[in-house]
């Protein structure tokens, strides 16, 4: 089968992704997303009925833990990696109108 | 003896027995790579000051008996998709412009507690991902051994750094290959332990469940001892597995007598360098001398790996870098209208064109009436894949075969077709689909002088079997494969 990515179908995917693509981006992204799905379509020569997917390759289970607080209070070093800070607080453009 | 020409262990008994001084090694690969950086890039961060004052306070620690482990004063440097506390991590990306991260690595803080000293951040390919540490927002690194060639990917500046003797031992990521490849074309030892062996607790995530951190050698025994190192059980990491052994130096033993090794015949096949055959084929026959039983044999499934791949790589990937949004930290875009095109644009000016394009696929894979198509389905073959290499292991101990299937190619070719670049990964990403252990051992060379690897494949948990084969080869070529790189002679 041959892949054919839609414009509708590229700009869903960049609001999922939260990407802007130029006009000119949108097509390569086209062209490279057709191209591997094509490739990845050869996934479908395996036989894969009844195989259960596997996300994990150990039985693991869930951890659990205390919910116990245990580092200290790093607030300072945290905001100093904020891009913009409003004293202790992120700052983000305006939400609500 | 030039001092730089030592190995991490060598270097580690000379301290202790006060023959150098931690100061000494310091300033010899601090002087070695400013030397050869312009040429090399390597570093991300070459950090002096900091390597220096770490020095002086390791080799206090040596001398008053408290450091007493072999690594104990050995420089070393750090992948930069590994957090240290403090200090710039940037996963060679324009998004994490100036992070500092509040935390260091759980893999690194066990380093530091057998003495490292570390030396700087390493370069890769954006985020991980890549074959040719081309994708880096920093610049791309040289292959130390021919500079008109890549280093490979995406650990390519870890793996640079030890074969140009910037550093004695380095950590680097494997997550579909980016230990093993990059370390045969730089002609160096790597390996990625099976999953969840060593901590990713402060490994920036590209593809959770594949994600594996792991060493980069100068030889089997620095290997063994640095993974002996890093690897410990870590509650802050959920899929830290708690295992038996962790004495991985103990399979530093010359024998590989009745060891049964299969070779895949689908890793012989076409699409691979004539040159590296004949070295694999070479190899085996090494082994095979040492009393070894050798066959050949079918995997199956092996072109299936990579898609399967690609898709649940990206998928994860996807949601990965959500987090990334010109908030927390790190790069946002100067001039937005609202939230969401901050967000936008954020992104957008600060990922790659190979980042992007797999957040994008990711995204789509994950997307509602796609996801059984193509996310299960990979799923569902992963299994498979799996499957096939629990087969293999009921009748062999270890799997041999090449690591890449070309040597390294020149800068500049690989990144204009993204899908040929993907074909590099044949042989390495299946291992991280079945989370088991993969090496990579130098091997030899190809008729243009670039360094061949072979890669050694073992059963979940079985790395000492790997470890025990690889120094026997070692042992039985006198480490003729394991030679630094002359740079550009006049360096």
Redesign the interface.
Known sequence: MKHKISDE?ID???I??????SAE?KEK?KI??E???D????????D?EG????????P?N??F?EDIVT?GD?KE??L?????RKEDR?E????IA | MDILSFTALELGKMIKEKRASVLDAVKAVIERAKAVEQEINSYVTLDEEGALKQAEEVQRLIDSGTLTGPLAGVPVAVKDNLCIE?QLTTCSSKILS???P??TAEAVLNLKKAGAVIIGKTNMDEFAMGSTTETSYYGPTKNPHNTAHVPGGSSGGSCAAVAAQECYYSLGSDTGGSIRQPSAFCGVVGLKPT??TVSRYGLIAYGS?LDQIGPVAKDVSDCAAILEAIASHD?KD??S?KRKDYDFTSALTDNVKGLKIGIPRDYLGEGLDEDIRRAIRKAAEVLEERGAVVEEFDLS?V??AI??Y??IASAEA?SNL?RF????????TPD??????????T??EG?GAEV??R??????V??SGYYDA?Y?????????I?QAFDRAFEKYDVILGPAAPSTAPELGKSLTD??KMYLGDIYTVAVNL??LPGMSVPAGKDSKGLPIGMQLIGN?FQEKTLIRTAYTYECATNKQYVVPANIGEGV
Do not use: C, W
Request: glycine residues 8%; proline residues 4%; aromatic residues 14%.
């Open positions: 179908t869903y995917v960049g999922l992704a939260k990407l802007e693509l981006e992204a490279d997303m191209k591997m799905l490739y990845i379509d050869t996934l479908n020569e395996l894969t195989i259960e997917p596997m996300s994990h390759v150990f693991v869930n951890v833990r580092n790093k070093e945290i100093a990696n904020a891009p913009l992120f983000v453009p305006k939400t | 403090g100036g992070f500092k509040i935390y999953y969840g469940s509650t959920s899929t597995v499934l072109q299936y898609p399967a690609y898709v996807s959500e949004d010109g908030v927390k930290y790190g790069y946002r937005y209208e609202g939230l969401h095109n901050m967000y936008k644009k992104r957008s990922f992007k394009r957040i994008m696929l990711g995204s789509f994950l997307s193509y299960l389905k990979a799923l569902r073959t992963k299994a498979l799996k993204p899908m079945a989370g979940s």
